[in-house]
Every structure is written in C-alpha cells, then in structure tokens.
C-alpha cells in the first residue's frame, strides 16, 4: 500500500485556482491513484482518478508526472462550498480491492 | 454511478445497548466492504474489511467481539456496536467496493452518540 504525504493545510480565495500535491513515492506500477473530497459529518466523495499524465472531469483536473511519484489536484476558480478536506489515495489497482487508508488529508480553507 | 446508502445517519443510544448500522450498495454489487471510524479532526480509521460471505478482518487494535460484522450479501454490509460506551462515540463510516463505480464508494457516515 502505497503511503502518501500532503501539506495538511491550505487557504485560498474564492476564485482562485487551487493546486493541492501529494506525494506517493513507493506507487506501484499497478496502482491508480484516487483522490476523495470529504465536508464534515458526511462520507468522502469521489474527485477524479487517474494512472498516468493529465485527467480531467467537470470538477477537478489531476497532473501525474512520468515518474507517477507524486500527483497534483487542481481545483479551478474555487468557491466557498469547495472548502473541505481532500485525501489522495493510492489503493492496489489489481488482485481485488485491497483496503484503503486514509491519511491526514488537506484541509482546504476557502476565502471570501 | 455507484451509490451506497447508509443507515441511520444519527443515532443516540444509552450505555451498554447495541446499535446496528446498515450499508448498502444500491446499483452494483459490493464485494468487499470496508468500515471506517473518524473522530472529530482526525482523518478516517479503517476498523475492518470483510467479503461477501466470509468473516471479517479487523485491523489491530479493533475488537472483533465489540464490533460485529456482516456481509452475508453482495449488497448488505451491517456493524453491530455491542454494548456501546461513550467512548464508542464517532462518526462511522462505510465503504462499498465491486463492480460498477470507481472502486471505492462511501455512504454518507453514522454519527453516533452513547449517553
């Protein structure tokens, strides 16, 4: 299982493009990595997902350099209701579901 | 996509009773099924995985006979918390793995409260 290491937090203005990194030195090469939004007292949401170069969806976009070694959320133009913790995970990717821990996570303060 | 309901979402229990949380995968089929405990500003804690059909495995540290659980379905996962103490007090937390979905799909949580 892939451990992972991101600032814990983060404060930023409503507007602006938020970057958030997380670092997962030992991915293996069947591994995805998966990042989750969390509010309080509510169960994680997933973000976006992604194994190699750039992915993007109506919510977020994720960087993943060639190395796969680390991984960059990227949140354009947040807004107040963006304010959450956001985990980056890196579960196995093959063999069945192998369980997933959680980190820190980063708390994202989002400033009006 | 993938959903997966959890209920109750609150619940208030006195000592020493037990309370039964339920998770569901609602549109595919949960192989596996993950418990989590979170207590306030600390991140999530898995306490348990478990298979359709076989006995669950408890991370170190979780007692098996305090939290009991079941996944004798492909879309019914339940935690039993036998007989609850305060310091049982957390939000718990499900997560549904299988076919259809991005992996891993949370329910919304339980916050439960022993008095």
């Known amino acids: 299982l892939a451990k992972t290491t991101q600032p814990i937090s983060m404060d930023s203005y409503e507007g602006q493009e938020v970057n958030i990194t997380c670092s997962h030195n030992n991915i293996a090469t069947n591994d995805y990595i998966t990042w989750y939004q969390q509010f309080p007292s509510q169960g994680p949401r997933f973000i976006i997902q992604?194994?190699?170069t750039k992915v993007t969806n109506e919510v977020a976009s994720l960087f993943i350099p060639a190395d796969r070694k680390s991984s960059t959320l990227s949140l354009p133009r947040v807004s107040l209701s963006d304010t959450a913790v956001y985990y980056c995970l890196v579960p196995r990717g093959s063999g069945g579901y192998q369980k997933v821990t959680f980190g820190i996570g980063t708390k994202l303060q989002v400033i009006p | 996509g993938a959903v997966v309901s959890q209920h109750p979402s609150r619940v208030i229990c006195k000592s020493g009773t037990s309370v039964k949380i339920e998770c569901r995968s609602l549109d595919f089929q949960a192989t596996t099924m993950f418990w989590y405990r979170q207590f306030p500003k600390q991140s999530l804690m898995l306490m348990a995985t478990?298979?359709?059909?076989?006995?669950?495995?408890?991370e170190q540290g979780v007692e098996k006979d305090k939290f009991l659980i079941n996944h004798a379905s492909l879309t019914l996962s339940t935690l039993t918390v036998t007989s609850a103490h305060p310091e049982d007090s957390s939000f718990y937390i499900c997560?549904?793995?299988?076919?259809?979905?991005?992996?891993?799909?949370f329910g919304s949580g339980t916050r439960l409260t022993v008095v």
């Open positions: 992604g194994y190699k």
């Open positions: 478990s298979n359709e059909g076989s006995k669950a495995t408890y």
């Open positions: 997560s549904a793995a299988g076919t259809g979905g991005y992996g891993y799909t």
